[in-house]
């Protein structure tokens, strides 16, 4: 028998639901990466290259068995972005990574979410570390990755990107409770 | 209409891509041969490329399926559908070379045509081949296809554009 499909977990935090990408938030990653907004994650890009890049967002889940989450805002049922656990063929390491639409912004909804993405990782998947990869300019990111514990590693020089910052997540054993407990 | 997850011809089993198909795949889309396809590509491009087939499928519930010999992955067949305003793409390619000059990409390519067209529902599916893809021109024509005037789409530059609809050919 040939088993084709996979199943993307769902997690919950305070305010927000991590759940599989479908194709309405689409719609709204198209508009977001079509702007200036997105020039810190590679946009802006056209419309059908949005489209690839979440369907392969989704693909990755079946290739690797993590991936990224649509966030979802429990209040409103809104789209706000996405977090998730990435490493397709080629990448550096074992990435955490969060990118939010703009009405989403500087309300803490990155942290929280990348928060049980990294608890994901330590606990369910068992990694030992993890980075972030950030555009040296994208502050908001950064801000986010000092809320997390992570710190500044080094520069890597990505052909496609450019000059990138690493940015190293406290490990497993550094954190206090571990995970999912600590963050509840 | 709901589209099967599974086709089967008189010598092909066509299915919905799974994760084992990767190394095939990728031999393929890094080889010489997908040159017709804007290649090759590196590993890294080959992982998104098949990353996003299996994404294609759990969005829009229909996508590429892997043609299969005897339970070996030699190509994939399918529609495409990026941009949800566009007419969906019928697509083909047999992975390796040695698997040519049998007729498994027409045999694959008709049971798709006729299950989206037939049993689906759907009015109208698009095909792109390059001119000098002498192998692909012939299964067009072979599935009835009819060349249209239409403008190659930006993203695969020269190509010509057949139609296949449910109208009787003539």
């Known amino acids: 028998m040939t088993v084709t499909s996979f199943s993307i977990p769902t997690l919950e935090t305070e305010r927000l639901i991590l759940r599989a990408l479908c194709e309405d938030d689409i719609a709204f ?7 200036d907004d997105a020039r810190f994650v590679g946009g802006p890009m056209p419309p059908h290259r949005a489209w690839r890049s979440m369907a392969m967002m989704i693909g990755h889940w079946a290739l690797r068995g993590f991936g990224f989450w649509a966030l979802e805002e429990k ?21 955490i990574g969060w990118t939010l639409m703009p009405h989403a912004w500087g309300k803490g909804f990155a942290t929280e ?27 908001g990111s950064k801000a986010v990755a000092r809320r997390l514990g992570a ?10 990107y450019g000059t990138i910052e690493i940015w190293r997540h406290l490990g497993p054993d550094a954190l206090v409770n571990g995970g999912m407990e600590a963050y509840a | 209409m709901t589209v099967a997850s599974v086709i089967t011809t008189p010598r092909l089993r066509l299915r919905r891509p799974e994760p084992s198909d990767l190394p095939a795949y990728t031999a393929y889309y890094m080889g010489p041969r997908s040159h017709f396809v804007r290649g090759p590509y590196t590993k890294a491009q080959c992982f998104e490329k098949f990353a996003t087939v299996l994404g294609h499928w759990q969005i829009r519930r229909f996508g590429r399926y892997t043609i299969t010999l005897e339970d070996r992955p030699i190509g994939h067949v399918g529609p495409l559908m990026i941009e949800g305003d566009k007419a969906p793409e019928l697509t083909w390619t047999l992975w390796d070379g040695a698997e040519e000059g049998n007729g498994y990409a027409t045999e694959a390519a008709a049971a798709v045509r006729d299950h989206l067209l037939g049993e ?15 192998a692909s021109l012939a ?28 109208e009787p050919m003539q």
């Open chain 1, 29 to 35: 990653e198209k508009a977001f990466l079509a702007s």
């Open chain 1, 75 to 95: 209040k409103t049922g809104q789209y706000m972005g996405r977090v998730g656990l990435w490493y397709p063929d080629g990448w550096l390491e074992r990435e």
């Open chain 1, 113 to 139: 979410a990348a928060l049980a993405s990294r608890a994901h990782a330590y606990d369910v998947l068992g990694w030992d570390t993890a980075i972030s990869q950030i555009a040296p300019e994208n502050e």
């Open chain 1, 151 to 160: 710190s500044f590693e080094k520069h890597h020089e990505d052909p496609e």
């Open chain 2, 120 to 134: 689906a529902g759907w009015t109208l599916l698009e095909i792109l081949v390059q001119p000098d893809n002498a």
């Open chain 2, 139 to 166: 299964v067009a024509r072979k599935l009835g296809a009819v060349l249209t005037d239409q403008d190659a789409p930006d993203w695969y530059p020269g190509c010509l554009t057949f139609h296949l609809t449910t």
